[in-house]
């Protein structure tokens, strides 16, 4: 087992009361920050540490933070984006049920850091008793003066407030979820001006994952070149998966970044193999928007190389033979899951979380999942592939969002790697409307 | 001031133009199409995304170019800023399949909508458009919404460009109709049937690009391209008064704002001037009025047809460039 940042203490019984979480190292981060050191020396050791962004983009934390603008006179926010919807990624809601505290923390040293004395968490709506988690601990530690005026007598005031969603993906993107915490329609904004500019109530605002918050207590108690020194690369840390699908030990686990994707998918130590001994298929390594990589891509990039969990090694090759870490939700497929019908699931579920504001993505999104509805049951055409794969080029990259991105890579990707899949579909709808029915490289094997 | 170069064309404007406005300052066909921007309006524009063009040259001091096609109509000019928009075939594929995607849920019933003859979307189809439609699936279709007694919405042909939520927002003492749902069920409607009533609603109907708002004095009355534009004002309490007459013979069928080049309203009126006043008595006539964009009006021939020339003489040959229609 390797070094664990987040989920450390994560088992203790009673870990998510204030007591026990002090017991065990709490809020250390906190005097220490707010007693020893400036804010500007705070953002340097992030920026030391190389910690980027575990929501999905993975960008440099600390490169976020010093592009905030620090105009005189005007209030700056911090805003912890907890509206986690991607399909597949359940990490943030598994850790702040478990330690609520452990992201108070790291809001508290967070916000010193960026000066802000109001910030918010935006949970995700359907996370209600999460929210009343996390509203239990942030009264407990504004009882214990961690919070509210003059936090441990430093002359520091935070106010920390959660906010639920209303059940929408979109509002997971930074600038839609600024708005919805404005109790505006969940609609992304045009960028530029750029949420550090021009953020939540027209004033500079940071929008930081809850994962990547929270690791800020470690970079400050430990200091970030500490940190830097764990993980691969420019891909410092450790990382929660969110490990789903046919898997033995689907679950979350934090892993040093740079472990062979392999390892982690075999390994009992992780995911334990697939289900049932069966041979792998597919993996979506990043959560539902990334490009889906077939078995001999996972493993092995196109040059050769043992791929390993890391931004860079996921994204080798690019879209041609690569994909994404992004928010870190490890889906694995088996030999007897279908492509088609996975991918239009994904299709139907961006058509659904579309906000209708731009047009590529509001037709588009629609479009796909219709033409991938009819191929899945069998009333697909020989030009549809071309069709897909020509409407998701249309949408990605000209929209407002990403969201666009996201449903168009999934789709592109999937009839890159898979498309005699989707031609066998299209030219045996009967055998492929069986339930059940797979293809498995030759015609019609099929299993009910 | 800022100095862009548009599609080989060298132009200055204040900093802080976005490049749709600097494009304008040339003029012609170089010229990206606008749906859902809307000069008046503040804050419209970003979200149709026909506008998109290709920044090859960020500014004078970070020549990278930017990595997406950008909104031009949002996107404000940087000096030494370097733009292709009708001399890059990307932008021009990404616009043409933009336009597949507005016109795929769009109902296309041209022949019985009064907004054919005066209608962005159809321009735009025809300039950017192709013949064939590659979507076979079911059209979209909406529950009927009663705006009240002057407005008639048509969701079917709404491209959701946010406008008449702009113009109720900046225009009108209070909005009552916005965006619901999401996606594509996105629609625009009221609160529980609620009615558009104030001295200012009727102006959705000027501000809306297609056929989705239209004027229910005017509805089925004549075809657009057969009516006569005359300049005209009265003296109105509640507005300027200045606004153009749609007239067959004698009878006024329909009155608007003046519109520009770019379909954009010079002053907004009032409903009185607009649903009220029928009758030649009622105003003091101009003239002609000069009707530039709108391709079948401006072939109307009580005066002289107006070309398409582009104020800058020397337009280099390739932004006269067509795609190759399918």
């Given at each position: 087992?390797?070094?664990?940042?987040?989920?450390?203490?994560?088992?203790?019984?009673?870990?998510?009361?204030?007591?026990?979480?002090?017991?065990?190292?709490?809020?250390?981060?906190?005097?220490?920050?707010?007693?020893?050191?400036?804010?500007?020396?705070?953002?340097?050791?992030?920026?030391?540490?190389?910690?980027?962004?575990?929501?999905?983009?993975?960008?440099?934390?600390?490169?976020?933070?010093?592009?905030?603008?620090?105009?005189?006179?005007?209030?700056?926010?911090?805003?912890?984006?907890?509206?986690?919807?991607?399909?597949?990624?359940?990490?943030?809601?598994?850790?702040?049920?478990?330690?609520?505290?452990?992201?108070?923390?790291?809001?508290?040293?967070?916000?010193?850091?960026?000066?802000?004395?109001?910030?918010?968490?935006?949970?995700?709506?359907?996370?209600?008793?999460?929210?009343?988690?996390?509203?239990?601990?942030?009264?407990?530690?504004?009882?214990?003066?961690?919070?509210?005026?003059?936090?441990?007598?430093?002359?520091?005031?935070?106010?920390?407030?959660?906010?639920?969603?209303?059940?929408?993906?979109?509002?997971?993107?930074?600038?839609?979820?600024?708005?919805?915490?404005?109790?505006?329609?969940?609609?992304?904004?045009?960028?530029?001006?750029?949420?550090?500019?021009?953020?939540?109530?027209?004033?500079?605002?940071?929008?930081?994952?809850?994962?990547?918050?929270?690791?800020?207590?470690?970079?400050?108690?430990?200091?970030?070149?500490?940190?830097?020194?764990?993980?691969?690369?420019?891909?410092?840390?450790?990382?929660?998966?969110?490990?789903?699908?046919?898997?033995?030990?689907?679950?979350?686990?934090?892993?040093?970044?740079?472990?062979?994707?392999?390892?982690?998918?075999?390994?009992?130590?992780?995911?334990?193999?697939?289900?049932?001994?069966?041979?792998?298929?597919?993996?979506?390594?990043?959560?539902?928007?990334?490009?889906?990589?077939?078995?001999?891509?996972?493993?092995?990039?196109?040059?050769?190389?043992?791929?390993?969990?890391?931004?860079?090694?996921?994204?080798?090759?690019?879209?041609?033979?690569?994909?994404?870490?992004?928010?870190?939700?490890?889906?694995?497929?088996?030999?007897?899951?279908?492509?088609?019908?996975?991918?239009?699931?994904?299709?139907?579920?961006?058509?659904?979380?579309?906000?209708?504001?731009?047009?590529?993505?509001?037709?588009?999104?629609?479009?796909?999942?219709?033409?991938?509805?009819?191929?899945?049951?069998?009333?697909?055409?020989?030009?549809?592939?071309?069709?897909?794969?020509?409407?998701?080029?249309?949408?990605?990259?000209?929209?407002?969002?990403?969201?666009?991105?996201?449903?168009?890579?999934?789709?592109?990707?999937?009839?890159?790697?898979?498309?005699?899949?989707?031609?066998?579909?299209?030219?045996?709808?009967?055998?492929?409307?069986?339930?059940?029915?797979?293809?498995?490289?030759?015609?019609?094997t099929i299993e009910a | 001031m800022a100095k862009i170069t548009f599609d080989g064309i060298e132009v200055e404007v204040e900093d802080g133009t976005t490049i749709l406005q600097a494009a304008r300052k040339i003029g012609g066909s170089v010229v990206p199409p606008a749906m859902c921007y809307y000069t008046p309006l503040k804050g419209s524009g970003g979200k149709c995304r026909v506008c998109l063009v290709k920044v090859t040259q960020g500014s004078a001091k970070d020549s990278r170019p930017m990595p997406k096609l950008v909104a031009s109509c949002i996107t404000p000019v940087q000096d030494g800023m370097v733009v292709e928009n009708t001399t890059n075939e990307d932008v021009l594929n990404a616009r043409k399949g933009i336009v597949e995607m507005l016109l795929i849920n769009h109902p296309l019933d041209c022949p019985i909508c009064d907004q054919a003859g005066e209608c962005d979307l159809q321009d735009l189809s025809y300039e950017h458009g192709v013949s064939a439609t590659r979507y076979e699936e079911e059209r979209r279709k909406f529950n009927k919404i009663d705006l009240g007694p002057y407005i008639q919405l048509h969701m079917t042909r709404c491209i959701l460009c946010y406008r008449c939520v702009y113009t109720a927002d900046q225009i009108t003492p209070n909005r009552v109709h916005g965006v619901l749902g999401r996606g594509d069920a996105a629609e625009i409607g009221t609160y529980i049937e609620n009615v558009i009533d104030n001295d200012f609603s009727g102006n959705v109907i000027d501000v809306c690009p297609v056929g989705a708002l239209t004027d229910k004095t005017w509805r089925f009355k004549n075809r657009v391209w057969f009516t006569k534009p005359m300049d005209a004002h009265r003296d109105c309490p509640t507005c300027s008064g200045k606004v153009t007459l749609w007239t067959r013979g004698e009878e006024v069928l329909r009155v608007t704002a003046r519109k520009d080049q770019y379909n954009e309203v010079e002053e907004f009126i009032c409903n009185t001037c607009r649903f009220d006043k029928k009758e030649t008595k009622d105003w003091t006539i101009e003239g002609p009025r000069h009707i530039e964009r709108n391709s079948v009006i401006s072939a109307n021939h009580y005066e002289l047809p107006v070309l398409n020339v582009p104020i800058v003489p020397n337009l280099p040959s390739s932004t006269k460039k067509k795609l190759p229609q399918q």
């Open positions: 087992m390797g070094i664990k940042i987040l989920t450390e203490h994560i088992n203790v019984p009673g870990i998510e009361t204030l007591e026990v979480y002090r017991k065990h190292g709490g809020y250390r981060s906190v005097e220490k920050a707010l007693k020893t050191m400036s804010p500007d020396e705070v953002v340097e050791e992030v920026k030391t540490s190389g910690l980027r962004g575990r929501g999905g983009a993975g960008f440099p934390t600390g490169m976020k933070w010093s592009f905030l603008a620090k105009p005189e006179g005007i209030p700056r926010y911090l805003v912890c984006n907890a509206d986690e919807s991607e399909p597949g990624t359940f990490k943030d809601r598994y850790f702040m049920e478990k330690t609520p505290h452990s992201l108070i923390e790291g809001m508290i040293t967070s916000s010193y850091a960026l000066g802000a004395n109001t910030s918010y968490i935006y949970i995700r709506g359907e996370l209600m008793f999460v929210l009343r988690i996390l509203e239990k601990a942030i009264a407990e530690a504004y009882a214990a003066g961690l919070l509210g005026k003059n936090i441990l007598g430093s002359g520091y005031d935070l106010d920390l407030h959660v906010a639920p969603g209303g059940g929408a993906y979109i509002c997971g993107e930074e600038t839609a979820l600024l708005e919805s915490l404005e109790g505006k329609r969940g609609n992304p904004r045009n960028k530029p001006p750029f949420p550090a500019v021009k953020g939540l109530f027209a004033s500079p605002t940071v929008v930081n994952n809850v994962e990547s918050i929270a690791s800020v207590p470690w970079i400050v108690n430990n200091g970030g070149a500490e940190y830097a020194k764990i993980g691969i690369g420019r891909s410092t840390g450790t990382k929660l998966f969110s490990c789903s699908g046919n898997i033995n030990k689907p679950g979350v686990y934090e892993i040093e970044l740079g472990v062979p994707v392999e390892e982690f998918i075999y390994s009992d130590e992780y995911c334990g193999g697939i289900w049932k001994g069966k041979q792998l298929k597919a993996v979506v390594p990043g959560g539902s928007s990334v490009p889906i990589l077939p078995a001999n891509l996972i493993t092995k990039t196109a040059a050769g190389e043992d791929r390993l969990m890391s931004y860079e090694s996921l994204s080798d090759g690019g879209f041609v033979s690569g994909s994404m870490l992004g928010s870190g939700a490890f889906i694995v497929f088996d030999e007897d899951q279908c492509i088609v019908r996975n991918t239009w699931n994904y299709a139907r579920f961006y058509h659904h979380e579309s906000c209708g504001q731009c047009s590529p993505c509001r037709e588009g999104t629609g479009w796909m999942e219709k033409v991938l509805h009819r191929i899945e049951h069998g009333h697909g055409h020989q030009q549809d592939i071309d069709l897909l794969v020509s409407v998701a080029k249309q949408i990605e990259g000209n929209t407002i969002c990403p969201l666009g991105d996201a449903a168009a890579w999934p789709v592109a990707s999937a009839i890159r790697h898979f498309r005699e899949e989707f031609e066998w579909h299209i030219k045996h709808p009967k055998e492929a409307i069986l339930p059940g029915a797979v293809y498995r490289g030759q015609l019609a | -």
